[in-house]
């Protein structure tokens, strides 16, 4: 790629608290995608003034980062009248069934990865279905899109339909054979080994899928505290662990490369154990207004130190548009959160729990360029420049005033891989 370079109002997070803002930005690209400058046009250095130039009075912002969702879920998002444990069973399980057929693994997945493109998503840690040759598929469409992925197959052995049932010998050769063929086959692509969550797995299965996570240095991806009738099955099954989470730390499960999807309704000694051991958490909140399954512990993750983004969780979550998860996580907490915690863990919080935050998640010299741009509404700042707006206004317009359609380009590293028409 010929180096190059962008002018544009620039927004990237720093911490929950603070912000950059750079209303006459510039970026530079280098030759190997990575930001050569990122900052105020004015002290851009006299030798990138060279290279070729765009412009826009789009707002740009680092790619967003999805930690958590599910691939065979995103025609199934939206069928409403359940909580978890019903809705897993009435509408998921047939639906990711389906992926059974290769040529519904195709079609999904090729829908699947242009929609989280077209919704200015850049990184994303996904859930397949149990089907070896499905996960393959969707490898070869995430490499495809370009995107960065990390993805999983889904292991379960038992208490699920026979369709989807497998024994712990075949999950684990089977997630084997996909870790071969495909972590870090490219700089974007990761395998997580993926055991759905305690209900659907025994204790043998859990523990093989740590050691194999561990011997070959993939992700981890699970869930964990999602609703309280789970949570009542989780201790009905390990009644000797002390906790829900106490049972993945038993198996080995939790590391620094471990994302645990929600944790809601996590004691104390829950999220200590978490703080502990490092791991990550995807916070859903579409998800969890959808289902009812409670209100995320913002405060008390946030107070451990522990690294925790955003999850749109589809089918659960009913939209792969981190502006509504954005907007969610504010609603779910049921008050007005400051808009720069949402864009915080929708972008830079994200990339921390993928401990990825040296590559990604900020515009920052030195990181990969993914970006996205965002038309800002006008009306919002009165037709006013954009730089006469403070931080917490065009973070307040981007959090609770942007729609999807709002995303006008996207890049991943320095290249623009989607482009709105009009
Ligand atoms: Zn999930």
């Avoid at 070729?52 to 930690?67: I, K, N, Q």
């Avoid at 071969?180 to 043998?204: G, N, Q, Y």
């Avoid at 106490?246 to 809601?264: C, K, M, P, Q, S």
Wanted: charged content about 25%; hydrophobic content about 40%.
């Amino acid at each position: 790629m010929d180096p190059w370079r962008l002018h544009a109002p620039l927004l990237s997070p720093v911490s929950p608290t603070e912000l950059r803002w750079h209303p006459s930005g510039a970026v530079a690209v280098g030759a190997d995608g990575r930001m050569l400058y990122a900052g105020d046009a004015a002290a851009l250095p006299e030798q990138l003034l060279a290279l070729p130039a765009r412009e826009t009075s789009d707002v740009v912002l680092p790619g967003f980062v999805d930690l958590h969702t599910h691939l065979p879920q995103y025609d199934a998002r939206g069928k409403f009248g359940m909580t978890l444990l019903e809705w897993l069973e009435h509408f998921i399980f047939p639906e990711e069934a389906r992926f059974a057929d290769d040529a519904v693994a195709r079609d999904v997945s090729t829908r699947f990865f242009r929609g989280m493109l077209e919704a200015g998503t850049t990184t994303a840690m996904v859930f397949s279905s149990v089907h070896r040759s499905a996960t393959h598929i969707a490898f070869e469409e995430a490499e495809r899109s370009k995107l960065r992925v990390i993805l999983g197959k889904v292991q379960m052995d038992r208490d699920v339909p026979a369709a989807l049932l497998e024994t712990a010998d075949a999950s684990i050769r089977d997630t084997e054979i996909l870790i071969d063929a495909w972590h870090r086959k490219t700089e974007r692509l990761w395998v997580a080994v993926t055991p759905r969550f305690a209900p659907t797995c025994s204790m043998d299965l859990m523990r093989r899928s740590a050691a194999l996570a561990h011997r070959h240095g993939t992700y981890v991806q699970t869930h964990l505290n999602e609703s309280e009738a789970e949570i009542r099955m989780v201790r009905a099954l390990f009644p000797d662990a002390g906790s829900y989470t106490a049972v993945y730390r038993d198996a080995g499960l939790l590391g620094e490369r471990t994302v645990l999807a929600h944790n809601i309704h996590a004691s104390d000694e829950e999220l200590d154990l978490c703080a502990q051991h490092r791991c990550a958490v995807a916070h859903c909140p579409d998800s969890n207004l959808f289902l009812g399954s409670g209100r995320f512990p913002l405060q008390r993750t946030l107070d451990r130190g522990i690294r925790a983004g955003l999850g749109s969780d589809v089918g659960a979550g009913t939209t792969l548009s981190m502006f509504g998860v954005m907007r969610s996580m504010c609603w779910v907490q049921a008050r007005s959160l400051h808009p720069f915690l949402p864009l915080y863990f929708a972008t830079r919080g994200g990339a921390e729990a993928l401990s990825m935050d040296g590559d990604i998640g900020s515009l920052e010299q030195g990181k990969q360029a993914d970006m996205v741009a965002v038309r800002v509404d006008r009306h919002f700042h009165r037709g006013r420049d954009l730089a006469h707006l403070k931080p917490l206004e065009i973070a307040s317009a981007l959090v609770y005033r942007s729609q999807p359609g709002d995303v006008r380009e996207v890049w991943v590293g320095g290249e623009s891989l989607y482009r709105a028409e009009t």
